[in-house]
């Protein structure tokens, strides 16, 4: 199994510029997440999705969009990147919130916007 | 309400020592407390993790303390290692959620 798989591994942004980062696990889990983690502020949820079809707002969802059409994709959309988007993004699967073996997270997708 | 405070921000360790680093919450629904580690230029994973009915888990040379009225817990690393060296997050979710909360890390440096 590969796990959890991000791309890109880093991408440097416009103010104002679009993009999608990807994010795929072949492990089955049900629930996916994305975190953005800012330099002394630990990892803030974004967006998180119990199932294909459902996605729900996190602690800082404004400036990005989700989607989950299929079990191993979750996709963050940012739109008209800013400044404050700056920041390292990790994507994380797990079989649900409370299990032992917790949630996998991917090795991260650093965005730097200028 | 919602946060899970962590301290300390950092902290160098001797090799041999015991680190120990804690966490305190607020939201009484809490009922799932995971700590996590993370490598530079790696993603965290799961390290170890406690629910509220039982006080102490340990797992190898890694133990969590948890005192439930003092909503407070903690992890504890004996015989610390300078391959333990990483950034520590402790964490909590509530019975009704499907959320993690982050404390805001812990940069622990273990010296031979």
């Known amino acids: 199994n590969a796990g959890v798989t991000q791309t890109p591994k880093f991408r440097i942004l416009k103010i104002g510029q679009s993009m999608t980062l990807q994010c795929t696990q072949d492990?089955?889990?049900?629930?996916m997440y994305w975190y953005r983690q800012d330099p002394g502020m630990g990892l803030k949820l974004i967006y998180y999705?119990?199932?294909?079809?459902?996605?729900d707002k996190g602690e800082v969802p404004n400036g990005y969009n989700v989607s989950r059409s299929t079990t191993e994709d979750f996709p963050l959309r940012l739109e008209l990147a800013a400044p404050s988007q700056t920041s390292v993004y990790f994507c994380?699967?797990?079989?649900?919130?409370?299990?032992?073996?917790?949630?996998?997270f991917g090795p991260g997708t650093r965005l730097t916007v200028t | 309400q919602q946060q899970v405070k962590q301290s300390p921000q950092s902290l160098i360790v001797q090799k041999g020592g015991i680190s120990i680093i804690n966490c305190a919450y607020e939201?009484?629904?809490?009922?799932?407390f995971p700590w996590y580690q993370q490598f530079p230029g790696k993603g965290p994973a799961l390290l170890i993790a406690?629910?509220?009915?039982?006080s102490e888990k340990k797992e190898g040379r890694f133990t969590i303390s948890f005192n439930k009225s003092a909503k407070q817990f903690s992890l504890h690393i004996m015989d610390s290692q300078p391959g333990d060296s990483a950034t520590y997050f402790c964490?909590?979710?509530?019975?009704?959620?499907?959320?993690?909360?982050f404390g805001t890390g812990t940069r622990l440096q273990v010296f031979p």
């Open positions: 999705s119990v199932g294909a079809g459902i996605t």
């Open positions: 994380a699967s797990s079989y649900s919130i409370g299990t032992a073996s917790g949630q996998y």
């Open positions: 406690i629910r509220p009915d039982v």
């Open positions: 492990m089955n889990h049900n629930y």
């Open positions: 964490a909590a979710s509530a019975y009704n959620t499907d959320k993690l909360i």
């Open positions: 939201n009484t629904a809490f009922d799932y």
